[in-house]
């Protein structure tokens, strides 16, 4: 009974992060219709109901979100207890699951990937791309990689790449039009590209810093968008300035296509840093997975 409770309360546990019966079906590798009576099933040998379901999605019931409170992590120490048995096996090996935003995916996660999983054959990742901000513990992943600053106070965060910088730049039919910007102040009077962040719904606003001084503005224009490819093409067509990462605009602006401008009011700043739970026993494969990162990124000291 108790083997058959856990395999339910995981199912349910699933089913209660991914909103949607097709989808945890999917991951769990069973047939939806299986899924909800499993879910029927374990909520008829609870006597309470955990999930309301619509024609539309299915979210935990005030019972339910408790429930899956307490899951989160008692499932995510079994996970990381199972994990740390590849120490006893002969090749290091283990399944680890990231969250991490696209950029850092290209850029970091991916060419280090490469290099080392055709050595561990038996180190599976499985990366999720996306752009807010996840509570790791309760959505059962690993690790996640996001900027240094946006990691919380209570993980253990690995730098695993160098320091990165901003750039605004424009493209030279826009500037053809209007002078550039000397300061931060003068972007109020420019056409700006605004970026809608996910996790908080409202526009990125740009942030600049000299001599101590640090500045957000607030930008306007007549196009905003929520993913960096359309920003940048909206301003190589010269719709107005954008404020990118350096690294994203290296090669417009070395062949002429964007101009940069407001470079002395962009200083570095921390990179993407890895990030895992300080309780989490860390596996030989898990060791060799941040060794691997942090070699890839290659930072300075912290």
């Not at 739970?277 to 997975?289: C, K, M, V």
């Amino acid at each position: 009974m108790l083997h058959r409770n856990l395999a339910d309360l995981y199912a349910f546990l699933i089913v209660a992060q991914e909103h949607s019966f097709t989808r945890a079906a999917a991951r769990l590798g069973v047939s939806q219709s299986a899924l909800s009576h499993t879910l029927r099933q374990l909520e008829a040998r609870l006597g309470v109901r955990l999930l309301a379901r619509t024609t539309r999605s299915v979210a935990p019931t005030e019972a339910g979100e408790r429930l899956k409170r307490t899951l989160a992590p008692a499932f995510g120490e079994i996970g990381a207890e199972l994990a740390a048995l590849g120490d006893y096996r002969e090749a290091p090996g283990g399944s680890f699951r990231i969250t991490a935003v696209e950029h850092a995916v290209e850029t970091v996660l991916w060419p280090a990937l490469e290099r080392l999983l055709p050595n561990y054959p038996d180190i599976a990742v499985e990366i999720t791309v996306e752009a807010a901000l996840v509570d790791i513990v309760a959505e059962r992943y690993d690790a996640g990689v996001r900027l240094g600053e946006q990691v919380a106070k209570d993980m253990i965060a690995v730098p695993i790449s160098p320091e990165m910088r901003l750039a605004v730049v424009g493209a030279p039919a826009y500037f053809a039009d209007h002078p550039p910007p000397l300061t931060p102040d003068d972007l109020t009077a420019h056409c700006c590209i605004n970026l809608r962040l996910p996790t908080h719904g409202g526009f990125y606003a740009w942030e600049f810093e000299k001599d101590g001084r640090e500045l957000k503005v607030r930008v306007d224009g007549q196009l905003a968008f929520n993913g960096v490819p359309q920003v940048l093409r909206a301003a190589t067509a010269g719709f107005g300035l954008a404020c990118v990462f350096e690294d994203q605009v290296r090669e417009p602006i070395a062949d002429g296509r964007l101009v940069r401008v407001l470079e002395d009011w962009c200083p570095p700043f921390p990179g993407y840093h890895l990030y895992y739970p300080s309780r989490r026993q860390s596996s030989a494969a898990f060791q060799i997975l941040i060794d691997a990162l942090r070699r890839q990124g290659n930072p300075g000291p912290r």
